[in-house]
């Protein structure tokens, strides 16, 4: 071989290494085995960091965990279908045609008695009659009168009340106090526990607010009226019974299905995890493990209430009221009682309205006392499965499967929406497989960076090679 033909032979090579190495530092390229390990090293710790986080639950996992179960009622197309159950609305038009609020509880017995001759199954009152009726007679007469007054003895207008419920069946609401209840309701509920005590696993308050004796004694039941409010203020999951100090108290809605089922006791399942399962006669409601349930909500819709003042002038037909669970509220202005949920602001009777309709309806929203468990081995079964697929793949790649697994995750929690009205986070396993993707965009930067780094190394000794 002649010495023009071997330079030229070398200058092709050379050629072809400059033009391999040019297309390796403008190409996507791919992780090297040093940094394939380093990787596989991060997204280990970061997967166990996340898993741990879970378990803590910081406020922010909580927040977008709400917002991910926000989202699927946002998109819910089905709304719950009203069940046997209607509004009595003390609205703005009866608050003008009766009188300003409160009401003598002559009124409120008149509305007892209507309901009751209508054939009211149950009769359910968002309202807490802790104190004797200032409209009485006597009480008003006594305001004139230099003798002591009687303290918290029941009017007359108290009996009439207490003797027209007596006729009825009345549930009575029970309202949360910061402080120590004076003591238990007069009337209490019975509860029978099966397995674990369900107390240990229960939201608790620290006292209740009761209803006057002679009107606890002549009800059927009380219920407490509590929520329980997220960090935003908002509703999405209600206790149907609650841990006091002086016992267990049912919510006013479980309550007043009690009553209208016609059972004597509540039945609690629970075991170490917690509740399972609150159950009456035929009636079985799945909760999480502190003995609540999610609601679907709806819109606020007025149409179906009936005015009390309708109801009084004898405008409403029977039908509208027999066997019926009816609830008795405010919707007027500025006397409603108003709870925000994820379907926005409901007047609480309404609130109370839609919780029986979700429970008879078995429209329920389920978030079983496993479903952590579901959500911590989908972050770690998808995390690991992300961090294998992406070592010998370029950025296209990454793009496919990243977007591929995101978007099989958010399929599963719809479809544990859909199918079984499941509560499932994905907000936190998608989270954390961003986090994963951000690491291998980082690693894949690092690995350009390096390829153009060796590239302009190789041309520059080109050029000298060339000038000597």
């Given at each position: 071989?002649?010495?023009?033909?071997?330079?030229?032979?070398?200058?092709?090579?050379?050629?072809?290494?400059?033009?391999?190495?040019?297309?390796?530092?403008?190409?996507?390229?791919?992780?090297?085995?040093?940094?394939?390990?380093?990787?596989?090293?991060?997204?280990?710790?970061?997967?166990?960091?996340?898993?741990?986080?879970?378990?803590?639950?910081?406020?922010?996992?909580?927040?977008?965990?709400?917002?991910?179960?926000?989202?699927?009622?946002?998109?819910?197309?089905?709304?719950?279908?009203?069940?046997?159950?209607?509004?009595?609305?003390?609205?703005?038009?009866?608050?003008?045609?009766?009188?300003?609020?409160?009401?003598?509880?002559?009124?409120?017995?008149?509305?007892?008695?209507?309901?009751?001759?209508?054939?009211?199954?149950?009769?359910?009152?968002?309202?807490?009659?802790?104190?004797?009726?200032?409209?009485?007679?006597?009480?008003?007469?006594?305001?004139?009168s230099r003798e002591p007054r009687s303290g918290l003895s029941p009017s007359a207008n108290d009996r009439a009340l207490?003797?027209?419920?007596?006729?009825?069946?009345?549930?009575?609401?029970?309202?949360?106090?910061?402080?120590?209840?004076?003591?238990?309701?007069?009337?209490?509920?019975?509860?029978?526990?099966?397995?674990?005590?369900?107390a240990t696993h229960l939201f608790s308050i620290p006292g209740t607010v009761k209803?006057?004796?002679?009107?606890?004694?002549?009800?059927?039941?009380?219920?407490?009226?509590?929520?329980?409010?997220?960090?935003?203020?908002?509703?999405?999951?209600?206790?149907?019974?609650?841990?006091?100090?002086?016992g267990l108290a049912p919510s006013l809605p479980l309550e007043m299905l009690r009553i209208f089922n016609g059972d004597k006791f509540i039945l609690i399942r629970s075991d170490a995890v917690g509740v399972e399962q609150i159950g009456l006669k035929g009636i079985h409601i799945s909760t999480d493990e502190h003995g609540a349930v999610f609601p679907r909500f709806r819109v606020s819709d007025r149409q179906s209430d009936i005015p009390v003042w309708k109801l009084m002038a004898g405008e409403i037909g029977e039908e509208d009221i027999k066997d019926r669970m009816i609830l008795i509220g405010a919707t007027a202005t500025g006397l409603a009682s108003v709870v925000q949920t994820s379907k926005g602001a409901l007047y609480s009777v309404d609130f109370y309205r839609q919780i029986l309709d979700n429970i008879l309806s078995g429209r329920l929203l389920w978030r079983p006392s496993f479903a952590i468990a579901i959500e911590?081995?989908?972050?770690?079964?998808?995390?690991?499965?992300?961090?294998?697929?992406?070592?010998?793949?370029?950025?296209?790649?990454?793009?496919?499967?990243?977007?591929?697994?995101?978007?099989?995750?958010l399929a599963i929690g719809e479809f544990a929406y859909r199918q079984y009205s499941m509560l499932i986070d994905v907000s936190y396993p998608i989270a954390i497989l961003l986090i994963i993707s951000l690491v291998f965009l980082v690693f894949l930067y690092v690995a350009i960076a390096a390829n153009r780094r060796r590239a302009s190394l190789e041309m520059k000794r080109s050029s000298t090679h060339r000038a000597a």
């Open positions: 071989m002649t010495a023009e033909r071997k330079i030229k032979l070398q200058e092709e090579q050379e050629r072809r290494r400059l033009e391999s190495t040019l297309a390796e530092a403008t190409s996507l390229p791919t992780l090297r085995l040093r940094s394939k390990l380093l990787y596989s090293a991060v997204v280990l710790l970061l997967t166990a960091a996340a898993l741990l986080l879970r378990v803590y639950d910081p406020w922010f996992v909580q927040t977008a965990r709400n917002f991910a179960f926000d989202t699927y009622q946002q998109f819910d197309s089905e709304p719950v279908p009203q069940g046997p159950t209607r509004i009595v609305a003390i609205d703005d038009e009866s608050l003008g045609r009766i009188g300003q609020w409160p009401w003598p509880r002559s009124v409120m017995s008149d509305i007892v008695n209507a309901l009751a001759g209508k054939g009211a199954a149950v009769i359910g009152l968002d309202s807490i009659l802790a104190e004797p009726d200032r409209m009485s007679p006597e009480r008003i007469a006594g305001t004139w207490a003797v027209a419920m007596q006729s009825a069946k009345v549930v009575l609401a029970l309202g949360p106090s910061p402080v120590k209840s004076s003591g238990p309701p007069s009337r209490l509920t019975e509860f029978v526990s099966v397995g674990e005590d369900p209803n006057l004796d002679i009107l606890e004694l002549a009800a059927k039941g009380v219920g407490s009226t509590n929520g329980r409010f997220d960090l935003d203020g908002l509703i999405r999951r209600v206790p149907l019974v609650w841990k006091t100090d002086w911590l081995i989908m972050t770690a079964l998808s995390a690991g499965a992300l961090a294998l697929l992406l070592l010998n793949r370029d950025l296209v790649s990454f793009l496919v499967v990243a977007f591929g697994m995101e978007g099989l995750i």
